[in-house]
């Protein structure tokens, strides 16, 4: 996830924003990208969350239950920049390695 969110944001914020078929699949895949980190992470064991308790799990949530149900009131510059910073920020902090 890491990487497909890494290859949108090279891509470029205006490219992602542009009001075209393209723009549409990219808003589309970044949200997509964050609906599936939020998927894993609601799957992690409580156990895990304590443990890393910096981490703001119910903001990732908070996030994908926007995309996914209140999708008329998404910012896609903020989807954008989820994807630009808190994407790498997360794998980082929890020492993970995103899979090919």
């Known amino acids: 996830m890491g990487a497909d969110a890494a290859y949108t944001v090279s891509l470029g914020i205006e490219a992602y924003l542009d009001d075209s078929p393209q723009g549409r699949v990219l808003r589309n895949n970044g949200r997509h990208i964050l609906i599936q980190v939020a998927t894993v992470v609601e799957k992690l064991p409580d156990s895990f969350k304590d443990v890393h308790d910096d981490i703001e799990w119910v903001a990732i949530a908070r996030m994908r239950n926007l995309i996914a149900h ?31």
């Open 70 to 100: 209140h999708y008329d009131k998404v910012d896609d510059r903020l989807v954008f920049s989820a994807l630009a910073v808190r994407i790498p920020e997360l794998i980082r902090r929890l020492g993970i390695e995103d899979a090919p």
